[in-house]
């Protein structure tokens, strides 16, 4: 989605070391959120914001972190990557009674 | 935010209609039901959503049963193009929405 921009689309790196992926949006939507897909797995909730500064922890946020400085942007940390992070990362944003708007994600291998 | 439960997979003919279950039995009062599809490794895209009526819009129509326990999305005329999983979710139409993406289903459309 135009609205929506992943960055960057593929990533590889070593375990161990800091990772960071980048979700901007243009569309001034108040909700943000990181999710992981797996091979054959639907998508799980990683951590989401609602608002400036304002996060949470979803389902699976062990080993990430997330910062929202400004409304546009919303940023995704592993810590110490590992292999078992290896995924398909999408971020979506949503207005308040809208539905979600998915990014085209990015891939990440950690070897 | 409510549990769903889906076929893992269905089948249709092209040019046929397509009717796709989800039974959301524990649904409250204020939760929307929110119908998603993901095609091949693309990000999912918002199909339609509602809350008790039925809905139409140029891609699809949602029957939802008059005690809400049930719904099913309608592709009208299946093109090979609507292959893909289909997610059915319910949430709170105005909370941060920690929704939780299941297994969805696997519509395969067959020429």
């Known amino acids: 989605d135009a609205g929506i921009t992943q960055s960057p689309r593929h990533k590889v790196t070593e375990t161990g070391t800091p990772v960071t992926l980048r979700c901007h949006q243009t569309e001034n939507h108040r909700y943000m959120y990181w999710y992981r897909q797996d091979p054959g797995h639907g998508l799980r909730l990683i951590h989401y914001?609602?608002?400036?500064?304002?996060?949470d922890k979803g389902e699976v946020s062990d080993g990430y972190s997330v910062s929202r400085s400004k409304t546009e942007d919303f940023l995704l940390t592993l810590e110490s990557a590992t292999s078992s992070q290896t995924s398909v990362y999408f971020c979506a944003t949503r207005r308040e009674l809208g539905g979600y708007t998915f990014g085209s994600g990015t891939r990440l291998t950690v070897v | 935010d409510a549990k769903t439960t889906q076929p893992p997979s269905m089948d249709c003919a092209e040019g046929r209609a397509a009717n796709l279950p989800c039974n959301h039995s524990t649904i409250s009062g204020n939760e929307y039901v929110y119908w998603y599809r993901q095609i091949h490794s693309q990000g999912p895209q918002y199909i339609i959503h509602g809350l008790k009526n039925n809905e139409t819009n140029e891609m699809a129509s949602l029957i939802i049963t008059e005690d809400r326990k049930s719904s099913t999305l309608i592709l009208p005329h299946a093109t090979l193009r609507d292959t893909a999983v289909y997610y059915c979710?319910?949430?709170?139409?105005?909370?941060?929405?920690?929704?939780?993406f299941g297994d969805g289903t696997t519509l395969t459309v067959k020429p």
């Open positions: 979710i319910v949430r709170v139409g105005t909370n941060a929405g920690k929704s939780t």
């Open positions: 914001s609602y608002g400036v500064k304002d996060t």
